[in-house]
């Protein structure tokens, strides 16, 4: 069903890690059942780099963000839109023959690598990793961040993807009373949401060593039915986002 292709270069300034981004392929082939190609490309005529570049651009722009480079990230095309493989490798998720990801790519404010998104699929598994990375956590970022209060009444936004031994929190806020508030994004929550976001507050006062433990919250479209009691009996918020019609 899901199925892994990672294209580069061999003249490459990068080709040195590429046996790094194998190993891992092997090791999610191993325990996920995923096949994977890796493909040389140094040799490939116009028609195959134009169909890798419309396997590309196919990709909902809500899922593949911004894919063309710029001065400060290096993504899978270049400024004049060709494929940018001479600067990096570009890895591109099948399912059923149907591209649905490519990286690395800019979506938002989040800069996602190969590395990054091979260690995600290796712990998850495709088909969790594709329920749980939908098309509303980098936009949700955004908003929440920029009124906090549609939370809670006097929450204060204080930073994003902050990096934990472990991970990285969505985002960090502070209530009324000065207490830091955790909150983990998902398009689709389930028991390892709670199980994450209780892990970054473990990790918590290793960085942020203010005395009192965090208060721990899920933000999410919809959730399973068992996460409710897992939420209540971890001490979890849990917040569903609602669309109402006002006319």
């Known amino acids: 069903m899901f199925k892994l292709v990672l294209f580069y270069n061999r003249n490459a300034e990068y080709s040195f890690h590429n046996s790094l981004l194998i190993d891992k392929m092997n ?6 059942n995923i096949d994977y ?9 116009n028609i195959a780099n134009q169909r890798i570049g419309s396997d590309i651009r196919s990709i909902l722009p809500q899922i593949r963000g911004k894919i063309v480079s710029s001065r400060n990230h290096i993504l899978p095309l270049s400024r004049k839109k060709n494929l940018n493989l001479k600067n990096t490798p570009i890895l591109l998720l099948y399912k059923e ?5 490519v990286f690395p ?8 690598k190969i590395d990054d998104f091979l260690d995600t699929i290796l712990k998850y598994g495709p088909a969790d990793y594709i329920y749980i990375k939908g098309i509303l956590e980098d936009p949700l970022q955004k908003i929440l961040s920029e009124f906090p209060s549609i939370l809670e009444e006097g929450m204060a936004f204080i930073d994003f993807n902050v990096e934990l031994e472990n991970g990285e929190i969505d985002l960090l806020f502070k209530d009324k009373d000065g207490k830091f508030v955790i909150v983990e994004l998902e398009t689709f929550a389930k028991d390892i949401s709670v199980t994450q976001v209780c892990r970054f507050a473990s990790d918590f006062p290793k960085k942020f060593s203010d005395g009192k433990d965090p208060r721990k919250a899920i933000v999410c479209l919809d959730f399973t ?18 669309i109402k019609k006002e006319c």
């Open 105 to 112: 790519h800019l979506l938002g404010m989040t800069y996602y």
């Open 225 to 242: 039915k068992n996460i409710l009691k897992a939420c209540k009996g971890a001490g979890v918020e849990l917040y569903k986002v609602r």
């Open 37 to 45: 190609e890796s493909r040389e490309t140094s040799d490939l005529d």
């Open 27 to 32: 090791k999610i082939r191993d325990r996920w």
């Open 97 to 101: 023959e149907t591209p649905v990801n």
